[in-house]
């Protein structure tokens, strides 16, 4: 397996990192978890989300909840916030749909956050930036390499 942007991110920092490998075809979080055996609540999906102005936003949560747009945006103090659509993540990204990856995205300019269900977990399986392949990352560690937030997003 060839290593992506993430592992080699990863690496570089020093920290241990648990590779999880599915079927490619699959981009449904609640579907992998359960392919996987894990519990849905430690499967992270990543959603594009654009805002009026500036740059879209990364938003982490686990593959059981549903993203509250309203929530978000309250959270950020905007005033609408839109999911991406597939077409629209996949250009904003340069990365396929059930392989956006917070990872693979750094120093692109996006704000990232996890939605505060994060705080139960001490791991997380979050996308490696290719389908097929998710990493088990920390995440203490994910927060400190990607920036991110905890916020209310569900």
């Known amino acids: 397996m060839e290593k992506t942007l993430a592992m080699k991110l990863l690496e570089g920092r020093k920290v ?8 490619d075809t699959e981009r449904d979080a609640e579907k ?3 392919y996987l055996n894990i519990p849905a609540a430690e499967v992270y999906k990543t959603l594009v989300v654009t805002r009026a102005k500036g740059k879209p936003i990364l938003c982490m949560l686990a ?6 747009l309203k929530k978000l945006a309250k959270s950020l103090g905007e005033k609408k916030l839109a ?4 077409a629209d993540a996949e250009k904003m990204t340069g990365l396929r ?10 120093n692109k300019g996006f704000a990232i956050y996890i939605d505060d269900a994060g705080k139960q977990c001490d791991r ?10 998710n990493l088990g990352v920390p995440i203490k560690d994910l927060m400190k390499i990607t920036g991110a937030k905890f916020i209310q997003a569900t």
């Open 83 to 86: 999911l991406a659509t597939h």
């Open 63 to 68: 593959a059981e909840r549903q993203l509250n």
């Open 32 to 34: 992998i978890a359960e």
């Open 16 to 23: 241990k990192f648990e590779i999880f490998e599915y079927p």
């Open 97 to 106: 749909v059930g392989g956006i990856s917070p990872l693979a995205l750094i």
């Open 124 to 133: 997380v399986l979050i996308s490696s930036g290719k389908k097929g392949i």
